[in-house]
C-alpha cells in the first residue's frame, strides 16, 4: 500500500474519511509490516489483533486520527484490552481493572491501537534491551546501534514504517533519545500537560511525562490536542495553551532570541557530528529570520543530575516493592535485571530526608533554568553527546547503577541534556535535522519556557518546512 507510508497519521486518516481507504485495510498493512519488519527489530510486543478488528466493528471515535494503526509504550498507558510487561519479567502479563486518562483520550483520537512497543526495565535506560522481550531493541538505521530508550520500541517502530506515530514517555529524555537515535520527531511537553491519573498522580517527582514519536509535526500536534489537560483530582496542572498545538503550527513565530550550546551545559565537548548538527542547526534558524547567538545555561547541573538519579532509584525500589506486595512474595533471582537490584540497593542509602532534599534540588535547579529562559527565547543543543549507541553499551548487566547514571561511561554523559527539561518541566523537542556520513540520525533539541509549548511547536514547523525531513528513510525496508 503506496499510501501507507508516504503519508503521516493525519493524511492516513484523511484518506479513511473520504472511503478511499478502509480501518481495517490500514491494520492489515500495519500487520503485514510487523511481521516483515519486527524479527529484525524486537520492537512491537504483545499484539491484540482481535481487539482491534473489534473496535472497528464497533465503530471507531469520529477523531482526528480515525483508522489510523497505533501502538503503545509496554510502560504506562494502563488499558484494560492490553495487558503490558511494562519491560520486567516480575511484571509480565499484568492486567488493569481500568482504563487510564491518558489511553481513553488517546482512543478517542480514532486510532486503533493493536499492540504495545519494548522498554527498558523501569525505563531507566537509554536503550531497550530488556530480557522479558528476548532480545535487544535495534535501530532501522543501522541494527548494530540501539534505538534508544526508553521508548526504544516505538522509535523503532515508526521509524521502519510499521506505524505512523506511537506512544511514548518521558522522564529522563525517553521519547527525545529515541527521537534522536531514529530520525523522528519528539516533543516533551510542560510538566503535566497531560494526565497520569487514575494510577498515579505524578511520575518521578513529576519529572515523567507522556509523549509521541511521530514523523511529522502535525501528528505530535493532533495528538497532544486529544490528549492535553489535567485528569479528575490531579495535583497540579500545567498553564493552559492557547488555541491548541494545531493551531499554533499554522503561522510561524515572532522572531526569537536562541542560545545556541553545542557543548554539554557544564562545557565539556561531544561528539563532532552532534557539534555539526547544532551548529547547522543554528544557521539554519538565522536563516529564518531568528536572532542566535552562543550562550550556556549556568546553573547546577551536576547537583540535578545527582538529585534526578536518587529520586529515580526510589522510584524503581518502589515500582518493585508493590509489584512484589501484589504478589505476596519476595524478590527472586531472575525477577529483575541487575541495574534494577542496584537501583533498589542504591535507595536504600537515601533517606527520607535525603529524598526531600533531592526534589528541592531539582525544583531549585527549574528556577535556575527558568531564569536562563527569561534572558532567551530558545535554547538550542544536540540532542545527544554522540550518535546512537551500539547495542549491549547500556545493558542492564551491572548492579553499580551509580555508575550505570552518572559515571565517566554512564548514561548522563551520553544524554547530558535531555533530563535538564524534565527537572526543570519545560517543554522540549528532539528535531530530525542531521545525519552522520554513516547515515546515523543526530537529532538537534530545542527547549522553550516553562508553559511555552505552542511557540516552541511553531517554530518546529517552521524548521521543518523549511528543512524537510519526511522522506528519509532507514535502509531497514520491506
Not at 145 to 163: K, P
Not at 336 to 343: I, M, N, Q, Y
Not at 439 to 452: D, I
Amino acid at each position: 500500500m503506496d499510501e501507507y507510508e508516504s503519508h503521516d497519521a493525519t493524511a492516513l486518516s484523511a484518506l479513511v474519511d473520504k472511503g478511499d481507504v478502509t480501518p481495517d485495510e490500514l491494520l492489515d498493512e500495519a500487520l503485514r509490516r510487523v511481521a516483515a519488519l519486527n524479527p529484525k527489530l524486537n520492537a512491537v510486543v504483545l499484539m491484540q489483533e482481535a481487539k482491534a478488528r473489534a473496535a472497528i466493528k464497533a465503530g471507531l471515535p469520529d477523531g482526528p486520527l480515525r483508522g489510523v494503526p497505533f501502538l503503545l509504550k509496554d510502560l504506562g498507558a494502563e488499558a484494560r484490552a492490553f495487558p503490558s510487561h511494562n519491560g520486567s519479567r516480575l511484571l509480565m502479563n499484568t492486567r488493569y481493572g481500568r482504563d487510564s486518562a491518558l489511553f481513553d483520550r488517546i482512543q478517542n483520537a480514532g486510532v486503533v491501537t493493536f499492540g504495545r512497543t519494548t522498554s527498558p526495565e523501569g525505563g531507566i535506560g537509554p536503550a531497550t534491551e530488556a530480557a522479558v522481550y528476548g532480545g535487544p531493541t535495534r535501530n532501522p538505521w543501522d541494527l548494530s546501534r540501539t534505538s534508544g530508550g526508553s521508548s526504544g520500541g516505538a522509535g523503532a517502530a515508526v521509524a521502519a514504517g510499521i506505524v505512523p506515530a506511537a506512544h511514548g514517555s518521558d522522564g529522563g529524555g525517553s521519547v527525545r533519545i529515541p527521537a534522536s537515535s531514529c530520525g523522528l520527531f519528539g516533543f516533551k511537553a510542560t510538566r503535566a500537560r497531560f494526565p497520569d491519573g487514575p494510577y498515579v498522580g505524578e511520575g518521578w517527582a513529576g519529572m515523567a511525562i507522556d509523549g509521541f514519536l511521530t514523523r511529522s509535526v502535525r501528528d505530535a500536534a493532533v495528538l497532544m490536542d486529544a490528549c492535553e489537560g489535567a485528569d479528575l483530582g490531579a495535583p497540579y496542572w500545567a498553564p493552559p495553551l492557547g488555541k491548541g498545538y494545531l493551531a499554533a503550527i499554522a503561522r510561524p513565530p515572532a522572531r526569537l532570541k536562541v542560545a545556541l550550546c553545542a557543548t554539554t551545559f557544564g562545557g565539556a565537548e561531544v561528539h563532532p557530528e552532534c557539534r555539526r548538527a547544532a551548529e547547522a542547526a543554528g544557521a539554519l534558524l538565522e536563516s529564518l529570520g531568528h536572532d542566535v547567538g552562543e550562550a550556556r545555561p549556568r546553573a547546577d547541573h551536576e547537583g540535578m543530575i545527582r538529585a534526578w538519579t536518587k529520586i529515580v532509584a526510589c522510584g524503581t525500589a518502589l515500582g518493585v516493592r508493590s509489584a512484589l506486595a501484589a504478589k505476596d512474595r519476595k524478590l527472586r533471582q531472575g525477577d529483575v535485571e541487575d541495574v534494577t537490584r542496584g537501583a533498589i540497593a542504591y535507595a536504600r542509602g537515601v533517606s527520607g530526608a535525603d529524598y526531600v532534599e533531592a526534589v528541592g534540588k531539582v525544583h531549585a535547579y527549574g528556577r535556575e533554568m527558568a531564569s536562563f529562559l527569561e534572558e532567551y527565547d530558545i535554547l538550542l543543543s544536540p540532542t545527544l553527546a554522540e550518535p546512537p549507541a551500539q547495542i549491549g553499551r547500556f545493558a542492564h548487566t551491572t548492579e553499580d547503577y551509580e555508575a550505570f547514571r552518572i559515571g565517566p561511561e554512564g548514561v548522563f554523559a551520553y544524554s547530558p541534556f535531555c533530563a535538564a527539561f524534565n527537572a526543570s518541566g519545560q517543554p522540549a523537542v528532539s528535531v530530525p535535522l542531521h545525519w552522520t556520513p554513516e547515515g546515523l540520525p543526530v537529532g538537534v533539541h530545542l527547549a522553550a519556557r516553562f508553559g511555552a509549548d505552542e511557540m516552541l511547536i511553531a517554530l518546529c514547523r517552521q524548521i521543518e518546512q523549511a528543512q524537510p525531513w519526511f522522506d528519509r528513510r532507514p535502509p531497514l525496508t520491506l
